[in-house]
């Protein structure tokens, strides 16, 4: 931890708030947000370093909320073979669980770079705790990435599962249930993910297939609380959905086949309950696949087209009724890969009506909530992570999508990045 102060002073500040932006200077005091002085003006004290910030913008790092770090394709790091339906040979060829860290770590520090300085996962690709370990070393400091929730594997409760050598058993009902949960929080993951609707990526309907009774279900709300951890869920069609949320689950993901009734239990739970269409993945199935197999009829057979075209009816609803939905489009695939991720906030503004400023707030302060995290809010005593924008996101959230305009990147009072047009001096 620093012992000097650092003042982003003279730039125009969104606080994460949803808020205009205003004329602000932004005191940092080791990891932690000391002050933000509207107006600005604050005088420096001697030791203090100074970031002349005029002209750009100032705002919370950004939160990926659907975040898959053992995905393997990564901006510069393309891997074809993890294309599903088309391609799943990479599970013919698995990285050893070193091999495997070294990618969640190349990806984690990719989604820095891109100013996502905290992460809530989505889950994990393998049964091995890879991100449980991840999150340590970031926490730790032995590696470089956003701070993370860690989610598990998705349990997908079909009772013969593929294994490494061949297909296997697995039990199902409540008490198996019970027992998967309680599993992965022994092995230290914050949250776990289940796989409450199939999808139509594995067969035709498959996203009208509900695959947890509602005993199961509330059997995972119950063993989650007792032991101490979040429950995540895949859930498209309206009967998953009610699923998860009568059962207390934290994080739905994709959600797009909600029917009134889930639509008015999902207002009812708004301020216990967030969501993650995941739009990214589909805008890329249905708009920019061709390259790596998906063809407009190959997106048309996955489900994306439809998928697609049910988010843009349903996420301005939601938006309208106050639920909390954030960014996070389910980046790791050779068409959608990780560190495209802040593209999310331009098809929030472009397919579900939010204005900038919505989208911005998504992305900071629900990150924030979901994380049960003191980030995504420049507000006194919140952790310094803090993005100086060379162009205004609250006009055109666009700006966001390209790394050289984020002149200096900051978490936990550390710059990862600082540009040299970014004027530093010292008091």
């Known amino acids: 931890m620093s012992a000097q102060r650092v003042l982003f002073v003279n730039g125009a500040v969104f606080d994460g708030s949803g808020e205009p932006a205003f004329t602000a200077d932004v005191v940092v005091d080791g990891d932690?947000?000391?002050?933000?002085?509207?107006?600005?003006?604050?005088?420096?004290?001697?030791?203090?370093?100074?970031?002349?910030c005029a002209g750009r913008t100032v705002m919370p790092g950004l939160v990926e909320s659907h975040c898959h770090l053992t995905f393997p394709s990564a901006v510069g790091h393309i891997d074809p073979t993890f294309n599903p339906p088309l391609d799943v040979s990479f599970f013919h060829h698995m990285p050893t669980p070193d091999e495997h860290l070294e990618?969640?770590?190349?990806?984690?520090?990719?989604?820095?770079?891109?100013?996502?300085?905290?992460?809530?996962?989505?889950?994990?690709?393998?049964?091995?705790?890879?991100?449980?370990?991840?999150?340590?070393?970031?926490?730790?400091?032995?590696?470089?990435?956003?701070r993370m929730r860690a989610a598990s594997f998705e349990r997908d409760n079909n009772p013969v599962r593929m294994g490494p050598d061949g297909p296997q058993e697995q039990r199902t009902g409540p008490d198996a249930v019970r027992e998967f949960i309680r599993e992965q929080a022994a092995l230290g993951f914050d949250s776990v993910k289940l796989l409450m609707s199939n999808d139509d990526v594995f067969f035709a309907g498959g996203s009208m297939v509900t695959q947890y009774s509602a005993e199961e279900a509330r059997?995972?709300?119950?063993?989650?609380?007792?032991?101490?951890?979040?429950?995540n869920?895949?859930?498209?069609?309206p009967e998953s959905i009610k699923l998860a949320v009568t059962s207390g689950f934290r994080s739905i993901y994709h959600c797009s086949y909600a029917d009134a009734e889930a639509v008015d239990l999902l207002e009812e739970a708004k301020d216990s309950i967030f969501l993650s269409p995941a739009v990214g993945i589909m805008w890329a199935n249905v708009h920019e696949g061709e390259e790596f197999g998906i063809d407009p009829a190959t997106a048309e057979r996955m489900g994306s087209v439809k998928s697609l075209e049910a988010m843009a009816r349903l996420y301005p609803e939601l938006r309208k009724r106050g639920l909390r939905v954030l960014p996070g489009g389910d980046y790791g695939f050779p068409n959608n890969p990780i560190g495209r991720n802040a593209r999310d906030l331009e098809l929030f503004v472009k397919l579900?009506?939010?204005?900038?400023?919505?989208?911005?707030?998504?992305?900071?302060?629900?990150?924030?909530?979901?994380?049960?995290m003191p980030v995504g809010h420049l507000v006194p005593g919140h952790l310094a992570d803090v993005l100086v924008v060379d162009g205004d996101p609250t006009q055109d959230v666009t700006v966001l999508q390209d790394a050289d305009n984020l002149l200096a990147i900051m978490q936990g009072g550390r710059f990862h990045k600082r540009a040299d047009q970014l004027a530093l001096s010292v008091a």
């Open 233 to 237: 869920c895949h859930a498209q069609n």
């Open 32 to 52: 932690t947000i000391q002050a933000v002085v509207a107006g600005g003006g604050v005088a420096a004290q001697p030791g203090d370093r100074v970031v002349d």
């Open 103 to 146: 990618i969640a770590e190349r990806n984690a520090r990719i989604l820095l770079d891109q100013g996502f300085t905290s992460a809530y996962s989505a889950g994990s690709l393998t049964p091995v705790p890879t991100e449980v370990i991840l999150r340590d070393r970031i926490k730790a400091g032995a590696a470089v990435g956003p």
């Open 219 to 231: 059997a995972a709300g119950e063993q989650a609380r007792e032991s101490g951890v979040w429950l």
């Open 352 to 372: 579900f009506g939010y204005t900038p400023l919505e989208a911005l707030k998504a992305a900071t302060f629900y990150g924030g909530q979901v994380l049960d």
